[in-house]
C-alpha cells in the first residue's frame, strides 16, 4: 500500500489508478479479460459469452486491448481465416483484481440488483 503522504492526487493524469481504471474500466473490458483467464479464445466465443456486446464493440475492446498489450491476437493463414486471442503475461496480472471483482459482484448480487433498478427507474 502507498503511504497517504505519497499519492497523487486522484485526477491527475499520471496517477496509476487513473492509468488503470482507464484501461479496465469500460463495461465490455472486464468481461473479456474474465473469459480470457480460461485460456485461448476466438471471436465467437466472446459473442457467444457476453449477451449484449456488438460486433463493433467488442471489436473495438479487442483492439484497444492488443494495442494497450493485455492480449495478444495470432492469425492463422488457413481458410477460413482463424483468430484467436490470448492475455499476454502483462495482461495475465490483470486477472487476479477482476477476479476479486467478479468474487465481490457475486457475494452482493442482491445489493447491485437492487442499486441497478433504482438507478433504471430515475431513467425511465
Not at 55 to 74: F, S
Not at 86 to 109: C, M, S, V, Y
Amino acid at each position: 500500500m502507498v503511504p497517504k503522504n505519497d499519492r497523487k492526487p486522484l485526477l491527475s493524469p499520471d496517477c496509476p489508478m487513473r492509468r488503470m481504471l482507464d484501461l479496465v474500466g469500460d463495461k465490455w473490458t472486464p468481461p473479456v479479460l474474465y473469459i480470457l483467464s480460461s485460456g485461448t479464445s476466438r471471436y465467437s466465443d466472446f459473442q457467444r459469452q457476453i449477451p449484449g456486446v456488438s460486433k463493433k464493440m467488442l471489436t473495438q475492446t479487442l483492439r484497444r486491448l492488443e494495442a494497450a498489450g493485455i492480449i495478444e491476437r495470432t492469425v492463422y493463414a488457413v481458410v477460413p481465416p482463424k483468430v484467436e486471442y490470448n492475455l499476454t503475461p502483462f495482461g495475465e496480472k490483470l486477472i487476479e483484481p477482476i477476479a476479486a471483482l467478479a468474487d465481490w459482484a457475486w457475494q452482493h448480487q442482491e445489493e447491485l440488483r437492487l442499486v441497478y433498478e433504482r438507478q433504471k427507474s430515475k431513467v425511465d
